[in-house]
């Protein structure tokens, strides 16, 4: 009963979302309230319906009912409940599903919260993001249907693929959705404005929320898949350039472009048609993230699904919905107001040469993307686009993004000097060419790539700093003014030196481990070592260990340094009977500096089993300064200025905000 009932909730969000695509141009027709209001209730409806919609699959799932196909192809009796509920999201037609929940959660926010909205622009905004909705879910509804039925229901299921099978991975996609999908207010927000043909500092002001919190939730996403990909796959790597990761990557980028571009259109009200460009791409991205994981012109550990007839579809919704978008823009742009023109040297130029740089970098990712997909189509080749190709675009785009990070924040609004900005930075400066010295002098001079690397990361984390306390004039005034500035200083701006500083962590940990990773492989035989980087790690055994729905081989070490015990770590070998699939499980020892990484391998017969053993300096800094990130964005948030749903003040002396 529970899958008929999903499945007429789903027709139901169907057709309501159809009414909620209808009505806005309605109610802007005969300005009536009513129909207005109405928009607001179809919101709420569509997302209630796909609640409904969503619990029913993952009722499905709970209770093992393999009479519903999805289930018996992604389920098993035996798999542990929290499987069992992340199953639903672990395959086409349920994360299809999970999609357009999320899509409808947005624009019921915006239907609850959105009240300060001009009436036009709300109902707009909710008539484009019932269009995405709707054409998401004729999609499901026409070819992934995830309630269909079985004609004759099987003892049990199939299980979830294993790789599947990992805590982070049950959370992942959630969070990468949360901000692929929140995508969709930025591009709803922009062909409102289109269709309005108004763009000012207001609507600046009511999207940046909006795309922040995308931006924060696509950066936690991308930081746990990564993070996934490192303890899971068992190769030892956290980012592998993979057409899929980069599916992830390239709307991030194209996220943070917009962030600072929608800031100079609300302080300036410049940068406005790119802005609104920036906004259609961006969600764009995320729909072509979408096709590629799902078309079948790939294969990779993450597509859910090979069907040509499915991405066909999708591409025919990306044609519909960028295409028109971007026939709007080229109709409207030509008319919309623009702010007074900037010096070369201020804030703004500052921020459009950082858009410039991000959307080069994000160009290089495309093509690196597509690139091998075009020959293979064309001309049936096989090529594959690896770390060499974006070690020589990407890296060198993002190094003067990187210092720009710093720079920008010292530049005044409208007009200043280069010399005055720089000599704002002399500290952060002095501390970067000290540690690049120090890295040269410990590497004896071999390795100028991680002392140029390392400056820049210290570059970023000191120049955030540095920031703040220009704005608090620490040094300059006394100590309890610098205090009270600190105080009144807007939680943005606070939300940036963490976002910033994040960067910089991050950066620290590829170039340590870009550099001073070091790995072994050797047969071992238990009571054998293994020495890597001052550090020992013993087979002391390998024995069988039995799981809820797998049988593992566990090896279990002894790791030493300088001869004292520092602890054991465990890695194993699994092998699932439902899906007869291996995985292998590493076993990785932390102490937030870096990290040992140990695999226990295949045995050779006679005794010994192949161990692998890495040392990864810098390796935990990689995700904590991304999570950092995340963390200044949501700072960011918590700022009344950009709270959603509270009313809008006028700030007395805006020329004193900075930038985010």
Partial sequence: MAPEIGYYALLLALFVSVTQSAMPFVAARR???????????????????????????????????????????????????????????????????????????????????GRNLPYRLRINVLGVQGMVGCGFL???????????????????????????????????????????????????????????????????????PWVLAAWCFLTIGITLGSAWAYYTLGWGGWWFWDPVENASFMPWIAGTALLHSALVVERRNALVSWTILLAILTFSLSLVGTFLVRSGVLTSVHSFAQDPARGVFILALIVL??????????????????????????????????NVLLSAAAATVFLGTFYPLVVDMIGNDKISVGPPYYDRTFVPIM???????????????????????????????????????????????????????????????TGSFAALAYRTRLGRVPLATTLRLARTT????????????????????????????????????????????????????????????????????????????????????????????????????TNFISNLYVVVGEPDGKGAWAVRFYYHPFMPWVWIGALTMALGGFVSLSDRRLRVGVPQRIPRHTAAVPAE
Avoid at 322 to 336: D, E, K, N, Q, S
Avoid at 571 to 589: C, K, L, N
């Fill in 138 to 208: 004729a999609f499901i509804t026409l070819t992934s249907n995830p309630f269909a039925r079985l004609a004759q229901a099987p003892a049990d299921g199939n299980g979830l693929n294993p790789i599947l099978q990992d805590p982070g991975l049950a959370i992942h996609p959630p969070f990468l959705y949360l901000g692929y999908v929140g995508f969709s207010m930025a591009f709803s927000f922009a062909v409102a404005a289109l269709i309005d043909g108004k763009v000012d500092a207001c609507w600046a002001r009511w999207v940046r």
């Fill in 31 to 113: 300005r009536d309230l009513a129909v207005a209001a109405f928009v607001d209730q179809a919101a709420l409806a569509q997302f209630m319906f796909l609640v409904v919609a969503f619990a029913s699959l993952t009722y499905a799932f709970v209770t093992s009912d393999f009479s519903v196909e999805v289930v018996t192809a992604n389920s098993h009796t035996a798999k542990p409940l929290l499987y069992k509920i992340s199953g639903v999201w672990g395959n086409h037609e349920g994360s299809m599903l999970l999609w357009v929940l999320i899509l409808s959660l947005f624009g019921a926010a915006v239907a609850v919260f």
């Fill in 399 to 461: 190094v003067p993004v990187l210092l720009i990070m710093v720079v920008g924040p010292m530049l005044k609004w409208k007009r200043d000097s280069i010399a005055a900005a720089l000599g704002r930075l002399k500290y952060p400066a002095v501390a970067s060419g000290l540690i690049a010295i120090l890295v040269l002098v410990l590497t004896f001079g071999r390795n100028a790539f991680a002392a140029a690397f390392m400056a820049l990361a210290v570059w970023l984390i």
């Fill in 490 to 589: 807007p939680r943005a701006f606070y939300g940036l030196v963490i976002a910033h500083a994040g960067m910089g962590i991050t950066v620290a940990g590829i170039t340590g481990m870009t550099s001073w990773a070091t790995e072994k492989i050797e047969m071992l035989r238990p009571g054998e070592s293994l020495e890597l980087s001052g550090y020992s790690m013993r087979l002391r055994s390998v024995g069988d260990v039995p799981g809820p729905n797998y049988d593992a081989e566990r090896g279990t070490f002894d790791v030493t340094r300088n001869g004292r015990l520092v602890g054991e770590m465990f890695s194993e070998r699994r092998f699932y009977p439902v899906r007869q699939q291996q995985t292998t499980v590493a076993g990785i020892r």
């Fill in 321 to 354: 919905a960028t295409g028109g978008a971007l026939v709007l823009y080229a109709f409207r742009v030509p008319h919309l107001k623009y702010g007074a023109p900037f010096a070369p040297i201020s804030r703004e130029s500052g921020l459009t040469l950082n």
